[in-house]
């Protein structure tokens, strides 16, 4: 099969990567870029480990094929925490005790942060909401939600302070 230019923004950066034109941006993301914090689970959009954001839109990476991402801005896991400090997404999961054998921490971590990008002030129902599509089977979800509310407290400290946005 011919391979596809594909560019587009990762965590930040330029990227050009050539692949197979159906080749799914989970594979990607794991095969060609080597960032393996974005999941592999059930590869039919069910379970979330492979949730990334796309321009602000937390999305399962395994429905979308590369050619679809030309132009667009993408964030994975590994582009959250800022020069080595973890955002307070991740350090809530691990202050709250939400993060268990680590597989579903990744997707739903970038499902909170998309909401949080989104709405600072989320209630319960909106969290629920955000983290539907995401399935954990160590936790359960009160963890993670207390864990998404913590980090709603700081962002909105931090930001009361003129810190992070």
């Known amino acids: ?16 990567v050539s692949c197979e034109p159906d080749k799914m941006l ?5 095969e060609n870029l080597f960032l393996t914090g974005t999941k ?7 379970c979330g480990a492979c949730t990334v954001i796309i321009n602000g839109d937390a999305v399962n990476s395994c429905l979308i094929p590369a050619a679809k ?21 991740q350090a809530a999961f691990i202050e709250k005790g939400a993060v268990q054998c680590g597989f579903c921490a990744p997707g739903i971590i970038m499902s909170a942060k998309a909401l949080l990008d989104k709405n600072r002030t989320p209630d319960r129902g909106e969290i629920r909401e955000a983290i539907a599509g995401n399935i954990c089977r160590c936790t359960g979800y009160v963890k993670i939600e207390d864990a998404i509310r913590h980090a709603v407290r700081v962002l909105n400290e931090k930001s009361a302070r003129g810190g992070e946005k």
């Not at 391979?3 to 930040?12: A, E, H, Y």
């Not at 993408?74 to 997404?89: N, R, S």
């Open 1 to 16: 099969m011919k391979k596809i230019t594909v560019n587009f923004t990762l965590n930040g950066d330029a990227v050009e």
């Open 26 to 30: 989970v594979d990607v993301l794991r």
């Open 40 to 46: 592999i689970g059930c590869r039919e959009g069910e």
């Open 69 to 89: 991402v030309m132009g667009k801005e993408i964030q994975t896991i590994e582009g959250v925490a800022d020069k080595g400090k973890l955002h307070p997404i």
